[in-house]
């Protein structure tokens, strides 16, 4: 499929409808210069004011983080998942050892292989002693080209009786650091929850690609970037596409 500049503009614009409705309804969103002038705004923001999770990192292994990243989502509480919703599922990763922190630090949710931990969506107050012992998790290398990796999405979180389905999420690798990677996938992953796109009992297969431009699936959900080489440009960072039954 192509993902021209209008298709990118009408996600980006709907990202902030979701999120933000009130926001929305003071910008232009069918412009760019109304997306940007929406995006200064959330920018400007105060950090007292933001919900976010935090997501403590002892090593990167792409398959586990994002079945674990979906795990979190799934058990989150609708309330926490609207108050996160509307500060952009912002979240901060910072590295270190969960198992070295779970006496002094709450996690509600840790990785199967313990190599990750997460607090709940909260003020970011409540995450800031937290914050001020761990730096961020550094991650300014290319992201390793990888073959695809499919990924079960636990069945017990909620419990749930409907077939499964299959998505493939697509990470746009050129110009990916792990870094980026993270944030993207992120993003993409718990949003996707969110709105119902990825559900207990589902695969999601995780495919590396150069860029989207071109894609021979139709895709439900696109993470929307600004094109740091093109100034005014938008871009497709990653992409989640439409379902297909399990067999």
Not at 141 to 163: F, K, Q, S, V
Not at 189 to 215: F, H, S, Y
Not at 226 to 232: A, D, H, Q, V, W
Request: glycine share 6%.
């Amino acid at each position: 499929m192509t993902l021209t500049q209008q298709r990118l503009r009408d996600e980006a614009a709907g990202r902030i409808r979701t999120a933000r409705p009130d926001l929305a309804a003071r910008h232009d969103l069918a412009s760019l210069d109304g997306l940007l002038a929406a995006q200064a705004d959330i920018a400007e923001r105060s950090a007292e004011h933001e919900v976010l999770a935090a997501v403590v990192l002892r090593r990167f292994d792409l398959s586990e983080w994002a079945r674990a990243t979906c795990a979190f989502a799934l058990a989150l509480a609708p309330e926490q998942a609207a108050a996160w919703r509307r500060s952009f599922t912002r979240t901060v990763f910072l590295a270190g050892n969960p198992d070295h922190l779970h006496s002094r630090f709450r996690f509600a949710h840790v990785s199967d292989d313990r190599s990750a931990a997460w607090t709940g969506p909260a003020p970011a107050a409540q995450t800031a002693s937290l914050r001020r012992l761990l730096k961020l998790f550094d991650g300014p290398a290319r992201l390793p080209a990888g073959a695809d990796r499919t990924i079960g999405i636990p069945a017990h979180l909620p419990r749930t009786t409907r077939p499964g389905t299959h998505r493939v999420l697509y990470l746009a690798s050129a110009v990916c650091t792990i870094s980026d990677a993270l944030v993207h996938l992120n993003h993409v992953l718990v949003e996707a929850v969110m709105d119902g796109l990825i559900k207990p009992g589902d695969q999601v297969t995780l495919r590396q690609v150069p860029c989207l431009a071109g894609l021979p699936a139709r895709l439900a959900a696109v993470r929307v970037v600004s094109e740091n080489r093109l100034p005014g440009r938008l871009k497709a960072a990653a992409g989640l596409t439409e379902e297909t039954p399990l067999a």
